[in-house]
């Protein structure tokens, strides 16, 4: 069973940044495509941002393009999220995801954008 542990969630301001670590529980780069998705208070669970096993290939939602960029440190077992000029839209629950058809899912962080 891969477990995935996300941290780095808080309460920000508009404009600030954050970023997200999620450290698997497995050597991610067995994991292959890896990636965060979010739940806002009454929305359904929405994908954000997913990185290949070696970092070259990146994916975003159009919501979060050219402002968070995902990345992975293999050696650490660890995906990160950094979320700059973080709006108030952005807050929500995010999750960090791994394995075939997101066959893994972390129990999430808290991000709170106040305006």
């Known amino acids: 069973q891969v477990q995935l542990a996300e941290s780095g969630g808080g309460l920000v301001q508009a404009g600030d940044s954050l970023r997200l670590s999620c450290v698997a529980s497995?050597?991610?780069?067995?994991?292959?495509?890896m990636g965060w998705f979010r739940q806002a208070p009454g929305k359904e669970r929405e994908f954000v941002a997913r990185?290949?096993?070696?970092?070259?290939?990146?994916d975003y939602a159009d919501s979060v393009k050219g402002r968070f960029t995902i990345s992975r440190d293999n050696a650490k077992n660890t995906v990160y999220l950094q979320m700059n000029s973080l709006k108030p839209e952005d807050t929500a629950v995010y999750y960090c995801?791994?394995?075939?058809?997101?066959?893994?899912w972390g129990q999430g962080t808290q991000v709170t954008v106040s305006s």
């Open positions: 990185i290949n096993w070696n970092g070259e290939i990146t």
């Open positions: 497995i050597r991610t780069a067995t994991l292959y495509t």
């Open positions: 995801a791994a394995g075939t058809s997101w066959s893994y």
